[in-house]
Nanobody, 123 residues
Framework: QVQLVESGGGSVQAGGSLRLSCAGSGFTFNTYSMAWFRQAPGKEREGVASIIDGVVTYADSVKGRFTISKDSAKDTLYLQVNSLKPEDTGMYYC??????????????????WGQGTQVTVSS
């Protein structure tokens, strides 16, 4: 079955960087829409970045700081997060859908989710 396992989260100071990874298994990586979401305590889950047929989309709040990429040979999705701010704190999830989604950063488009990796940014 489809499995997504995130890693790479941690605690960093403002201005720091992390590289989040999402290892996929049980599906053909290249045929899926993939995305990263995050959820801060007390807030709704929000889309951060997506990659669909090579086209990337970013939330305005992370443009220029976050980079999504994937290595299909390793079935792994990445999110490079730079210039971190305290408001970037949250649980980061990767998500997948078997096909092309029409609203890349909408969580209801995706039906497979990982368990999340925590990112905490201190000021």
């Amino acid at each position: 079955q489809v499995q997504l396992v995130e890693s790479g989260g941690g605690s960093v100071q403002a201005g720091g960087s992390l590289r989040l990874s999402c290892a996929g298994s049980g599906f053909t990586f290249n045929t899926y829409s993939m995305a990263w979401f995050r959820q801060a305590p007390g807030k709704e889950r929000e889309g951060v970045a997506s990659i669909i047929d090579g086209v990337v989309t970013y939330a305005d709040s992370v443009k220029g700081r976050f980079t999504i990429s994937k290595d299909s040979a390793k079935d792994t999705l990445y999110l490079q997060v730079n210039s971190l701010k305290p408001e970037d704190t949250g649980m980061y999830y990767c998500a997948a859908y078997p096909g092309v989604v029409f609203t890349p950063l909408a969580d209801w488009e995706y039906n497979y989710w990982g368990q999340g990796t925590q990112v905490t940014v201190s000021s």
